[in-house]
């Protein structure tokens, strides 16, 4: 939250910090549940409200890699630990013309790739949507991945995943 507020008071030099305190009693007078949608509502100062809007714009840091140097555990298939830094392909950024936290289309649900299953050549991908949750094929029950002949790339990201609902 310190790289966003210093960000945002760059962006927005007449911004000006609320805190949770002056938030609640502002939600409850304009009668709203406690949401983070609803904070921003109360926080933006205005005397009334008709309706909540029926879309929501969601955005939250994503992971570059894993900063991991070394595993308590072995991992498996491996025979000892890991503890002298060597970071074998835990770390790969992309595989298949594939980034880590590209934006994909699955069907008609779209998530982010976060990782990716079997070994290098593989084009199984491990797909998240906004919440967290693991977007599965419907035609496999017990596996996680999707394969990358049933996603399609929407657009690249860097850090940040980032939907309007």
Known sequence: MNIVRKRTFSLYPGARITYGYETSPRRKELELDKTHFNDAIAISGIESIAENPPRHFYYKQFRKKKR??????????????????????????????????????????????????????????????????????????????????????????????????
């Open 68 to 165: 991991s140097l070394h595993e308590s555990i072995p991992r498996k298939g491996l025979t000892k630990k890991n503890t002298n830094a060597v970071r074998y392909n835990k770390n790969v950024k992309y595989r298949n013309d594939y980034y880590l936290n590209d934006e994909v289309i699955y069907g008609e649900k779209c998530g982010w790739i976060y990782g990716y299953s079997g070994g290098e050549k593989s084009r199984e991908f491990l797909v998240r949507d906004i919440s967290g949750d693991l977007i599965k094929m419907s035609n496999r029950k017990n596996s996680l991945s999707l394969n990358g002949s049933c996603i399609k790339l929407v657009r690249h990201n860097n850090n940040w995943e980032y939907a309007i609902s």
